[in-house]
């Protein structure tokens, strides 16, 4: 039951944002209210919840990048780097920025989330190191910009003034990262 009431809670926040009614969930589920308090007992608890279960499709989508075996080590960075379930395609990651006012710990666990669980990006970088893939780099600072990049995306307005959507945003990002400015042979 909560596993399918947070599937309906990204899916209502995927069309109108964090400012979704708890009556907008229970008209998506079918159900009553009362049934959705007997699982959560409050929004603030369901939000910090679906963050977590977000992360979790997340981190599911990296596995599938991390262990497929057809990816070079290059390759699977580039995809860990930009991963996002298939399920949030088409998400409005524009009003993640409402989080920090409007639950704040929901904003908390995604602050948590985006500095957490690096594990396996952190081992594909050295790999790539290792196997002269990639260039020698600092794996903290990397990792500082990317999730100042993503924090930006997240809680700026740079998606809603460029009209750039996120999966978009973020492979630009990776491709910056990866690639550099510096044009090749130049």
């Known amino acids: 039951m909560n596993e399918r009431i947070l599937e309906g809670a990204l899916n209502v926040f995927k069309a109108k944002g964090p400012k979704f009614t708890m009556d907008d969930l229970a008209s998506e589920m079918k159900m009553s209210k009362k049934t959705i308090y007997t699982v959560f007992n409050d929004k603030n608890e369901m939000m910090c919840e679906m963050m977590d279960y977000a992360f979790d499709l997340i981190k599911e989508a990296e596995d599938k990048v991390y262990f497929d075996e057809s990816k070079d080590t290059v390759e699977k ?110």
């Open 77 to 186: 960075i580039r995809g860990i780097l930009a991963v996002l379930p298939e399920s949030h395609y088409g998400f409005d990651y524009t009003a993640m920025h409402q989080l920090a006012t409007k639950y704040p710990m929901a904003y908390e666990k995604l602050q948590f989330r985006l500095q957490s669980g690096w594990d396996k990006t952190v081992d594909l970088l050295k790999r790539g190191m290792d196997e002269g893939k990639i260039k020698r780099i600092d794996v903290d600072l990397f990792k500082i910009m990317y999730e100042a990049s993503v924090d930006k995306l997240l809680m700026g307005d740079y998606l809603v003034n460029s009209k750039m959507d996120y999966p978009t945003a973020l492979g630009e990002i990776v491709n910056l990262m990866m690639d550099g400015i510096i044009i090749k042979g130049k």
